[in-house]
């Protein structure tokens, strides 16, 4: 099992440009979560998806944000334009049932840096 | 809303000691509540998870957790701390959408 895969694990841009962030969850996972973290803040949950569907994304923090997930072995975070607080580490993870007692298996991360 | 606070932002032990780390979690129904692992530039790492059948709860490592729901509290112990469990351990409550707390770096020196 290859675990979560994201891509890139690091991603450097100017502002203003676009950034899309990928993520590849569990074969049979059928929930998705991204979260950003930084130091200020921490943990953040910022949507989560249930069978390809996003179920809350009160945490996407603007509009520039965005996500998809176009099939059940994909899903993108999108941030355009991107500004330089946008700099985190951007995680998404899975989980095998909507079940809330399943933890989650998190990706290694995309570090991005918007300068 | 369900939510896990953490005391102590650091906390550095001696190799061989006993490690403590602090979560107390708000809910007003049966929470289901995890321990994460962080080593520096990877993702996070389940540890153990309390799902309301044992208070109890073993998990990796040699961490262990107890569910106590009167003092609201899901303290994360191991008896002797190695070297390699220097890393930032986060408490987690799930609502549908985990929610973590600020998380605990822990040292371990030698």
């Known amino acids: 099992d290859a675990g979560v895969i994201q891509s890139p694990r690091h991603e450097v841009t100017e502002m203003g440009q676009e950034v899309t962030l990928r993520c590849k969850p569990i074969s049979g996972h059928n929930s998705l979560f991204w979260y950003r973290q930084t130091m200020m803040r921490g943990l953040e949950l910022l949507i989560y998806f249930n069978n390809n569907v996003p179920i809350d994304d009160s945490g996407m923090p603007e509009d520039r944000f965005s996500a998809k997930m176009p099939n059940a072995s994909f899903s993108t975070l999108k941030i355009q334009p991107s500004e330089p607080r946008d700099s985190a580490v951007y995680f998404c993870?899975?989980?095998?049932?909507?079940?809330?007692?399943?933890?989650?298996?998190f990706g290694s991360g995309t570090r991005l840096t918007v300068v | 809303a369900q939510s896990v606070t953490q005391l102590g932002s650091h906390v550095s032990v001696s190799e061989g000691a006993l490690v403590l780390l602090r979560c107390n979690y708000s809910?007003?129904?049966?929470?289901?509540l995890f321990w994460y692992v962080q080593y520096p530039n990877q993702g996070l790492q389940l540890l153990l998870k309390y799902t309301s059948a044992a208070t109890l709860v073993k998990g990796i490592n040699g961490f262990e957790a107890e569910f106590k729901k009167s003092e609201t509290s899901f303290h994360l112990t191991k008896p002797s701390a190695h070297m390699s469990d220097a890393a930032e351990y986060f408490c987690?409550?799930?609502?549908?959408?985990?929610?973590f707390g600020a998380g605990t770096r822990l040292t371990v020196k030698p």
């Open positions: 809910s007003s129904v049966p929470p289901y």
């Open positions: 987690a409550v799930s609502t549908w959408g985990m929610r």
């Open positions: 993870a899975s989980s095998p049932n909507r079940t809330v007692g399943y933890g989650y298996t």
